[in-house]
């Protein structure tokens, strides 16, 4: 593919109406403010450059997206994930390196290929008194592999049964050999609950006052405004870092950035391009800093493949790709804080494709051949009509970029009526299976392993009412994958099925996103590349 040496007409026209709005535009392919390391790829710390008058000892976070639940196995979201991991226990977890270690299990065996043996801790209680056995641990496994009703239910359907060996020692057998087992029990949706209490109680009473055993637990929650965590006294592991921890709700990305310059709140997510520079330069009381850390995020386009609708088309799929400057997209629009791509898995994962990422082989952008593809295949220029929808204030510049890809999209010929939600209502929107011909969302890898974002592929479960796309082959590949013990193995698999899915194009990736935070200048704040917010991984500057 040629390289992409300066914006055309049509790109730069393009950005000027995607950018209408935005105060500040820059030049620089960096987050204004990261360190030289940080620019490197690292992640990076905001750093104090005030002098310390008094130890914080509680910290508000504002965050654009609220709870989805209160029961960790009927979510999937990133948010809600987080907080069941700071209340919650599970097997196993990710430590701030995002190394899985030992979390209610002191360590595993694995028996044979369908089994794993884990060893418990034996001084785990829950919030209202009860003990943790390996009874509990039976109970919430089963019940998200056994109930299809729960949201994360087809990550979890591989366990066939778990039985209890001891009081403190569970066998948790599989329908197939599953690799991955350690990065399936480390999710938030595996959290361990109360079998006992919650058979008597059931899930309305736990949704209404959660009994976990994490190292906080929930104070309050007031459903589109904050929820607060307080300290777990009798948590079983090393203290808790903060009196009070407090997450707002704060959907528009103005006034977040507002909160943390006036000091509403002292860490912010998903800061807009057009407030790095004022973040930044801020040296209004203690100040505040960006930091930015790499992600697994996805940026893409689900396409609606079903018989009748206008992406059931190849050549229309193709046409739209080749329609999308993903490069423009990345440097002018997100300002470097993107890397194109072609593949849902991204290149921190193993398993990603790496000839499917990067600018020269992550964009296809060539109009002038998309719109021949469409003149082949049959098409007038206004005959296709596309139903897009974006979101505002979910992902980092989401608005901006849902119009920009509109934009590409109808100088093509194709016809583009777009609708932009908020983020609940997109969250909603995707949890409901509401798509139209085409819906943009960023998904993560909530597992550091590439079957976990191949499910939307491959995955009856996923697919349907999503994409609806059914290719055999790579459903059996998948499931290969699944299976394949051996790692160089599974990642070639992996990389076969990138591939076919990057010609098929159930989804379009568009951009590999990184994290861009507002710290205010008091803490530090190291990202993990889930871009999840826990608590602990919130500093006191020195």
């Known amino acids: 593919m040629r390289k992409r040496k300066h914006l055309n007409r049509l790109t730069a026209a393009i950005l000027t109406c995607a950018m209408l709005g935005l105060t500040a535009c820059g030049g620089s392919s960096e987050p204004a403010g990261t360190t030289a390391a940080q620019t490197e ?80 801790r034996d001084d785990i209680n829950f919030i209202n008194g009860d003990h943790m056995t390996a009874e509990d641990v039976k109970f919430s496994l089963e019940r998200v592999a056994k109930d299809e009703t729960l949201v994360a239910n087809h990550y979890f359907n591989c366990i066939d049964h778990v039985d209890v060996v001891d009081e403190y020692t569970v066998d948790v057998v599989t329908t197939s050999p599953r690799p991955d087992m350690l990065s399936l029990v480390a999710m938030g949706s595996s959290t361990i609950l109360p079998k006992t209490w919650f058979e008597e109680n ?9 009994v976990t055993s994490g190292k906080y637990q929930l104070k309050e929650w007031v459903p589109d405004d904050h929820y607060t965590l307080i300290p777990n006294p009798d948590y079983y592991g090393e203290p808790a870092t903060w009196e009070e921890v407090t997450y707002r709700v704060i959907p528009e990305s103005s006034t977040r950035v507002a909160e943390l310059m006036t000091g509403g709140v002292d860490l912010i997510s998903n800061v807009p391009v057009n407030e790095w520079e004022r973040i930044s330069g801020n040296t209004e009381g203690d100040g505040t800093s960006l930091v930015y850390g790499e992600t697994s995020s996805i940026l893409l386009m689900i396409l609606k493949m ?54 020269e082989n992550g964009n296809l952008y060539d109009p002038e051949k998309a719109k021949q593809i469409l003149a082949d295949a049959g098409y007038q220029e206004g005959q296709l009509t596309l139903d897009l929808t974006g979101s505002s204030n979910r992902y980092l510049m989401d608005n901006e970029i849902a119009q ?31 798509i139209k011909d085409a819906f943009l969302v960023a998904l993560s890898d909530g597992q550091y392993d590439g079957c976990y974002p191949l499910a939307q592929f491959c995955d009856p479960v996923r697919t349907e009412g999503m994409s609806d796309y059914n ?34 194009r159930p989804q379009i990736a568009i951009a590999q996103l990184k994290a861009i935070y507002g710290v205010n200048n008091r803490f530090t704040f190291t990202p993990q590349m889930d871009s999840t917010i826990l608590p602990d991984e919130i500093g006191v500057a020195q």
């Open 202 to 210: 059931g899930i309305e009473a736990y949704i209404q006052a959660p």
């Open 404 to 434: 920009m890809i509109a934009a590409y999209i109808e100088a093509i010929g194709i016809h583009v009526n777009l609708e932009v939600v908020d983020s609940n209502v997109l969250s909603s929107m995707f949890s409901e299976k509401n």
């Open 306 to 359: 079903t018989d009748g609708r206008v992406c059931s088309d190849p050549a229309v799929r193709e046409a739209i790709e080749l329609a999308i400057d993903k490069a423009a997209i990345c440097e002018q629009l997100l300002q470097g804080a993107g890397t194109p791509t072609r593949t849902r898995i991204g290149s921190s994962v193993p398993g990603h494709d790496d000839s499917l990422f990067g600018t």
């Open 41 to 120: 790829g690292t992640t990076g710390t905001a750093e104090s450059s005030a002098p310390e008058t008094e130890t914080p000892t509680t910290v508000v976070i504002g965050l654009s997206s609220d709870l989805a639940t209160l029961d960790p196995m009927d979510q999937m979201s990133t948010s809600t994930g987080d907080f069941f991991k700071s209340v919650g226990t599970q097997l196993y977890k990710r430590n701030q390196d995002f190394e899985l270690v030992g979390d209610a299990a002191t360590g595993y065996e694995q028996i044979d290929d369908l089994t794993w043996r884990f060893t418990l």
């Open 471 to 504: 290719n055999p082959t790579i459903r059996e590949l998948y499931q290969q994958t699944r299976s394949e013990m051996d790692e160089e193995k599974k990642y070639e698999l992996s990389r076969q099925i990138q591939q076919i899915c990057a010609e098929d």
